[in-house]
């Protein structure tokens, strides 16, 4: 008696099977990646000062506020100054760019590298620019899932909106530096709390209940008390 070849049926059981199953197992998450893109755009420029001295060579204050005015040097860039000299001298030179700086509605990071040709400063102008990812994204097919992935258009929004909400772009790359606390009000925040003196806020007497912290029930349709 002769048996009938397997090869044939399991091809046709494969292919039933295949014919069976979702078009979104396919689909992957690397097709739909939900990730801000971060350019560097940082450059730096040399700035020179009378040898010797902190006061800025000829030229140089109205480069400064060309640069500003041109947007080369913006608000929302992260600005650092690396002078040379001796630790006085280039701290002056530091605080002669600061003012410059402020005077434009900027401020600086004072910070020391090496090789700074003599007589000038570096100014580090970090500059980042920020993609947001390609939404919405529907690339996956909405039909029955049975892989119970996420669509994919999942996290568009969030990082739709982080991209556009943050207030500097390189707060993406890195934090920014700690400066010094005010003393004044932390200090005394610390004293009222050890002497237990924290005022509560004020009664808010424009609510229909105000009456009813003092033991006063409620008006009730709009009347008035005798």
Avoid at 36 to 59: C, N, W
Avoid at 107 to 113: E, S, W
Avoid at 154 to 168: I, K, P, R
Avoid at 183 to 193: H, I, L
Wanted: overall charge neutral.
């Amino acid at each position: 008696m002769k048996t009938m070849p397997s090869f044939p049926i399991v091809a046709v059981i494969l292919l039933g099977l295949a014919a069976c199953a979702p078009v979104t197992t396919a689909y992957t998450t690397a097709e739909a990646q939900k990730h801000l893109t971060v350019d560097d755009a940082s450059h730096s420029i040399s700035v020179f000062f009378v040898p010797g001295t902190a006061r800025l060579a000829r030229g140089e204050v109205a480069r400064l506020d060309h640069m500003v005015a041109a947007g080369e040097i913006g608000t929302h860039d992260r600005i650092s100054v690396s002078p040379a000299g001796r630790p006085w001298l280039a701290a002056r030179r530091t605080d002669v760019i600061a003012s410059i700086m402020l005077r434009n509605g900027l401020t600086i990071q004072p910070v020391q590298i090496a090789a700074v040709p003599r007589d000038s400063a570096v100014i580090e102008i970090g500059r980042y620019l920020v993609t947001l990812p390609d939404c919405p994204d529907w690339s996956k097919p909405p039909s029955a899932d049975f892989t119970n992935m996420n669509m994919s258009n999942f996290g568009c929004a969030t990082t739709s909106n982080l991209g556009e909400m943050v207030a500097d772009p390189a707060d993406l790359v890195g934090g920014r530096p700690l400066g010094p606390v005010a003393a004044g009000p932390a200090v005394a925040a610390v004293e009222r709390y050890n002497a237990d003196k924290n005022a509560l806020p004020p009664e808010n007497t424009g609510l229909p209940i105000a009456g009813a912290s003092n033991g006063t029930p409620p008006l009730q349709g709009g009347g008035t008390s005798k």
